[in-house]
């Protein structure tokens, strides 16, 4: 018994630090709680016969210079009593060749697995190793150590496996794996969609436009890269939802030449994992939009954001002060808007720079004022005086300007040809 006690307290120090800070080499998953399972059919276990400390919620692996270290957490604040014959086991597929992995339910795809095991008859406990050959499963002798410990305040059940390197001769550099637990024939297969990778973790993906909590209107694009510049990502599916449940499809992208890192604005040209949105017609409120990405070895990874659709943004409209009306001291600032639930309203008021080196043209070009070539500056002011009207509403100077120059857009081509004339002499 003390040696047992030993190797219990020496482990239950590394567990600890493994989950709170993995190695670079490194993979874990999460698993919902209450799913608990008949283990050899697959069928749901009904919510009386739970028991939590076979409930699977999360799973870690590190590879470190000498061993594998696994932790196996469960949803049980501790352990207690054992009547029943308990196993804890971690399932692997040592080569990654599924040539020679077992064909059966519920150790299908693996081909070597580890047990702590607690036996009822016996009332001993050990960690047991077991390979997979043509006639079954054979028990080998194994150095491998385990541990358990219980957390607070999280009140979670921790099962810790250290498998020596040596044991494993046909390990490559990628080991899919994953955790069975049963007792009584009641237990959990986690994670849920199968085998997860050490050595390929799964996507990471982030939705980087629109901004998490922003509103949106009307089409909209939706950007997300993989967070650590995968290059195994085949698809990512683009969802919305009211209130989380149900999921409604905006797209699939199945381009993957992207992992570009964020643009400020979405454009399908730069970022393979991409979708438009069109939320013309939709009901005005938040809404939840989801990323999935999935890699070729059909791992998952999630991100997910909200969003205010407003489908009929404010539209402004600013009446006073005219444009280009000389102001100075007080003065007021007059704007219309058809928008009706409308919230608050900024009013910002900054200096612009237009002259021509600046690169700021002004939008209706009726005075010299902004034009800093000769040419153009000439022609703003004929234009001036051509549109002048007096105060009987006689256009005193009209047919001042020659036709040719009577259009804005021919001063603001006169002024770029002669602002690059400048700047290359």
């Known amino acids: 018994m003390k040696k047992l006690v030993c190797v219990i307290v020496a482990v239950v120090l590394v567990a600890i630090a493994g989950i709170g800070s993995a190695t670079a080499d490194t993979s874990s998953f999460t698993d919902p709680t209450n799913d608990l ?17 076979v409930d699977v919620v999360r799973g870690e692996a590190n590879k470190t210079g000498s061993s594998l270290e696994f932790f196996v957490v469960t949803n049980s604040s501790g352990l207690p009593s054992l009547s029943n ?12 060749d599924p040539v020679d992995n077992c064909p059966d339910y519920p150790t299908a795809d693996v081909d070597t697995m580890y047990s702590v095991i607690y036996d009822s008859v016996k009332k001993d406990w050990n960690i047991e190793r077991a390979t997979y050959e043509i006639w079954g499963w054979d028990v080998k002798p194994t150095s491998a150590t ?14 810790h496996f250290s498998i020596p390197l040596t044991e494993l001769d046909e390990l490559g550099d990628m080991l899919p794996w994953k955790v069975k637990t049963e007792t009584e024939f009641i237990g959990d297969l986690a994670p849920d969609v ?3 990778y050490l050595g390929d973790p799964p996507p990471e993906p982030w939705i980087y436009h629109p901004d998490n909590g922003s509103w949106i209107s009307n089409v909209t694009g939706i950007g997300a890269i993989e967070m650590n510049n995968a290059g195994d990502i085949v698809s990512t599916v683009f969802e919305y939802s009211s209130d989380g449940a149900p999921w409604h499809s905006i797209s699939i992208d199945y381009d ?12 399908a040209s730069w970022d393979g994992w991409g979708a438009v949105w069109n939320t013309t017609g939709m009901p005005e409120g938040w809404y939840y939009i989801r990323a999935t990405m999935t890699d070729n070895r059909s791992q998952t990874g999630q991100s997910q954001i909200m969003v205010y ?3 009929t943004p404010p539209t402004l409209t600013i009446v006073q002060p005219a444009f280009d009306q000389v102001v100075s001291s007080t003065f007021r600032i007059n704007v219309t808007t058809e928008d009706e639930d409308l919230n608050s309203m900024i009013f910002s008021v900054f ?21 800093g070539c000769g040419p153009a500056a000439a022609a703003a002011s004929l234009l001036w005086l051509n549109n002048y009207t007096n105060a009987s509403g006689i256009k005193i100077f009209d047919d001042l300007v020659p036709p040719e120059l009577e259009e804005p857009e021919n001063l603001t081509e006169k002024c770029t040809k002669c602002s690059r004339r400048r700047t290359t002499s």
Do not use: C
């Not at 957390?151 to 059940?157: A, I, K, N, Y």
């Open 37 to 53: 399972i008949y283990i050899y059919t697959g069928d749901p276990a009904p919510p009386a016969s739970y028991i939590g400390y």
């Open 85 to 96: 014959s308990t196993f804890w086991s971690v399932l692997l597929d040592e080569d990654d």
């Open 146 to 159: 385990w541990g358990m410990t219980s957390t607070w305040p999280d009140g979670e059940l921790i099962v």
């Open 194 to 196: 199968g085998l997860i």
């Open 256 to 267: 993957g030449r992207a992992n570009t890192w964020p643009h400020e604005v979405y454009n």
């Open 309 to 311: 659709v407003d489908p």
């Open 351 to 371: 200096r612009m720079d237009t002259s021509w080196y600046a690169g700021v043209e002004k939008n209706v070009p009726h005075t010299p004022q902004g034009y």
